[in-house]
């Protein structure tokens, strides 16, 4: 004769009532603190990318690089080849545009790559579903890298405009407001064009398209206005060489390429405005796309 078994616990049937309760997940109670996101956490992810991808390292070195090697060589050059007074009436800091016309394609590089490069790999899904408000990612890709470039251009302008100081002993002593568009104003000015880079890297979506149309809206003005010798297109030979980029860049020197167009702090107003619009534009773009 078998052993009656004794009878199986029945486990206590779980309080749905009270679970539902007490979660926002009707249901189920998450053993894992919930926090509520912000724009904080978006810009801690985009930091850590960042900071750990080498295309960083590699794009603020020949950066760094290029405006400092180039901005310290042609200050040694001109005053080598300079004759007594011939710059008493130079600014000094007028030699670093040289670099920085070289090195803003690398902060224009890294510009794009912060937003493309992410739909190249398909990492942007990740991002996405991390943080489903596209406009707060963009507004921390931004945030981020335009704090990274313009910390980057400070220093590395600032760096060379005390060197060529001191190297350009016959010229004369910059004043405060040459100073500070020679080091705050050009450094805001590029890190607002890598911020459109940045833009226009979401817009197209394609690491090397992107590269190349920024490189185009630099350079392109300047080399077609060369060309233009018809006096038919003179009104717009003159538009593209006052609003060309070299030559924005130059204002902040007080050494324009022309007598007229932007002066003092313009182009600096004129980048922000047309990155604010572009920024816009991108912002609706990624609403209405995809991933």
């Not at 890298?145 to 100081?165: C, G, K, N």
């Not at 100073?179 to 064009?193: E, R």
């Not at 010798?229 to 324009?256: C, H, K």
Request: charged letters at 10%.
């Amino acid at each position: 004769m078998s052993t009656p078994q004794p009878p199986m616990p029945q486990a206590a049937a779980p309080d749905w009532q009270g679970a539902v309760a007490g979660s926002p997940y009707g249901g189920y109670t998450s053993p894992i603190p919930v926090v509520r996101t912000h724009l904080g956490h978006a810009i801690a992810s985009e930091w850590t990318k960042i900071r750990s991808v080498r295309s960083t390292m590699w794009t603020l070195g020949v950066f760094l690089v290029l405006v400092v090697g180039i901005g310290l060589l042609v200050a040694a050059l001109v005053e080598a080849n300079a004759s007594e007074g011939s710059l008493a009436s130079d600014n000094p800091l007028s030699f670093g545009v040289f670099g920085l016309l070289l090195g803003s394609i690398c902060i224009i590089t890294l510009g794009v790559l912060t937003t493309a490069s992410e739909y190249g790999t398909g990492m942007i899904r990740t991002t996405m579903t991390a943080c489903p408000s596209r406009s707060r990612v963009l507004a921390a890709k931004a945030i981020v890298f335009f704090a990274v470039a313009f910390s980057v251009t400070f220093v590395s302008v600032l760096l060379v405009a005390l060197a060529d100081v001191s190297i350009l002993s016959g010229a004369k002593s910059p004043s405060t407001q040459e100073w500070l568009k020679g080091t705050l104003g050009i450094s805001l000015y590029v890190a607002l064009l890598g911020l459109l880079s940045l833009v226009l890297g979401s817009v197209i979506r394609h690491s090397a398209g992107a590269i190349t149309i920024m490189i185009g809206l630099v350079l392109a003005p300047l080399v077609l206005a060369l060309f233009m010798f018809s006096e038919s297109l003179s009104g717009l030979r003159d538009a593209l060489f006052n609003y060309s980029i070299p030559s924005q860049m130059s204002v902040f020197y007080t050494t324009s390429l022309t007598n007229d167009g932007p002066t003092g702090w313009d182009p600096l107003w004129i980048a922000l405005g047309v990155t604010a619009a572009a920024f816009a534009g991108a912002v609706w773009l990624l609403r209405q796309r995809d991933v």
